[in-house]
C-alpha cells in the first residue's frame, strides 16, 4: 500500500493543486470494490455487473470492455502467465479465477476456487514464481442468519494454483471437515468447526518461501486455533508452518445480529483479520509482520510469528474479553506502511454500547514500538438526530427504518475510515465512509487536500453518475494522477457508482 517517488509525483508541495480531470459512470452499479491495475497508460477496471474495461487513464476513453459470468470482486493483479506473458487475474462472486489477456481482454483460462457452496472470494489473488495464491472466504456468516440455514458447514483457506493454466497446486483449510455437533435450540442439528474466511490477499515473503494471511472467526463451535490468526504456510507445499492467534474463542455469526438460533453460546466479537498482513522491512535490516485487526488493534510479529506489540488504535472491542463489539467498527480492509510509520485507519461507526467511545480517524505508529505518532480524527461535520440513525444490520431492516437516499448524501450516518490506506514518502491518502478523500501530511497529520465524492457527476461516457462512500479499495497513484472510486453500498453506506481521474495542476 505504498506508491514511492519514482512512481507518483504527487507529494506534500502540490498534492493541492490535484483537480477533476474525468468521470466514468457504470450501469447497474453501486458498489465499487475491484482496485485497478495501470498498465503504461491503460487502466483495467472492473465492476460487480462482471464487466472488465481497459480505458486510457489520462482522456478516460474505453479502449475495450468484455464480460464475464459475475461480478468482479477482487482488486485486478498483473502476473506473469508462466510463458514470459502479461495477463490480468482476478476474482468473481462465484468464486471463479480468470486469467485475461490484457490486449484482447479474452479469457485465457478460468478455474473454480469453490470449497463449498458458499465459498468466495473477496481478497485478491497473489503471484509468485508462475504460482497463484487464491484466498477462500465464505458468505455462510450471512447465511447463517437465515432461520433455514444449518449451521455451519463452510471454512475458509488458500489454494495455490499454476499461473500458466490454472491448475491446483495444493490447497490449506483452516479447519477441519464440520462434523454433527449437536442440535440447537430450534431443533435443527449443529455442524462444526467452520469458518476462518482468508478475507484479504496473501502476503509473499521470497526469501522464506513463506506466504502470510490473516484469518476471520469461527462461524460454530468448536473453536479452532487458527481463527482470528495470522498464518504462516510454506509457499510449495502449502503446509502450516506457525500461526499466532489474536482472539481466541471467537465465534460468531450474522445470527447474533437477530439472537436467532444459529448464534453460537458465548458468541464472540466477529474480530476478523481482514487487512493484509504488511512484511516490513526496516532501515537498520530488521523484518515485521503488522496486523490490523476489527478489534481495533495494531500489532507487530516477528518472523515468527510472536508478539512483539500491540495497540489499540480504536475502542471496537469494549472490555478484556473481546466479547462485545460495536459491529463494523475496528480496522477493516488495510493498513499502509512508509518508511517507518505505520498508518491505520479505523471505521468505529456511533453504537449505542455502555463503554464504547467511537474514534474514527487516521493513526500514524511508530513500527517498532507502536507508539502513537500522530492521530488525526474525522467527523460527520453534519448534524444526524438519533432517530434517523439506523440500527445494526438485520435489526434495521426488521424495522424497515430508512431514510431517503437525498438525505443520506446530504448528512450520511457512516463517515469513518474503512477502505485501505494508501501512503507515498510524505503523504497517506484515506478515504471515508460519506466520501471524502483526504490527503494527510506523513509527518504530522495535518490535512493537505481534501475531496467531496458522494456527489452527482457528468461522466464522459454518458452514464448517469454519482459518488458515495469509499470503502474495500485503496487510491491508485501514477504519475501526476490519482484514481478513486466512490461508492459502497453493502452495509447501508451510500451507494454510488463513479471512477474520478485528479491529476496535478498543468
Known sequence: RFASNAQTRINRENVGSLELAWVLAFPKVTDMRSQPAIVGDTLYFADKTGRLYAIDRKQGCVRAHSKVASGIRSAITVAEDGRGNAQLLFADSMAFVYAIDPESLEVNWKADMRLFETST????????????????????????????????????????LDARDGDRLWEW????????????????PLYGPSGVSVWSTPTIDAARNRLYAGTGENLSHPATDTSDAVVALDLDTGQLLWSFQATANDVWNAACLNDGANCPENAGGDFDIGA???????????????????????MALDMAGNLLWKKRVSNAAIGPDLHQTTTNGGIHWGMALAGERLLVPAADPERQRPGYDPRPGIHALDVRSGETLWFQDVERGCHLADEDKPLVGLQNMRVGKSRPLEEQYQCSFYYGLSAAATATEDLVFSGALNGILRAYDLTDGDILWEVATALPFDSLNGVEGHGGAIDVDGQVLAGDWLYVQSGYSMFGQLPGNVLLAFRLKQ
Open 121 to 160: 472470494i473477496t481478497g485478491s489473488v497473489s503471484y509468485h514464481d508462475g504460482r497463484l495464491f487464491v484466498p477462500i472466504s465464505s458468505y455462510e456468516v450471512a447465511a447463517a442468519g437465515n432461520p433455514q440455514h444449518v449451521c455451519c458447514t463452510s471454512h475458509g483457506g488458500i489454494i495455490a
Open 173 to 188: 483449510h483452516a479447519t477441519e471437515e464440520a462434523t454433527k455437533q449437536g442440535v440447537g435450540r430450534d431443533g435443527k
Open 276 to 298: 493484509s498482513v504488511i512484511h516490513a522491512t526496516l532501515d537498520d535490516g530488521e523484518e515485521l509482520l503488522l496486523v490490523g485487526q476489527k478489534s481495533g488493534d495494531a
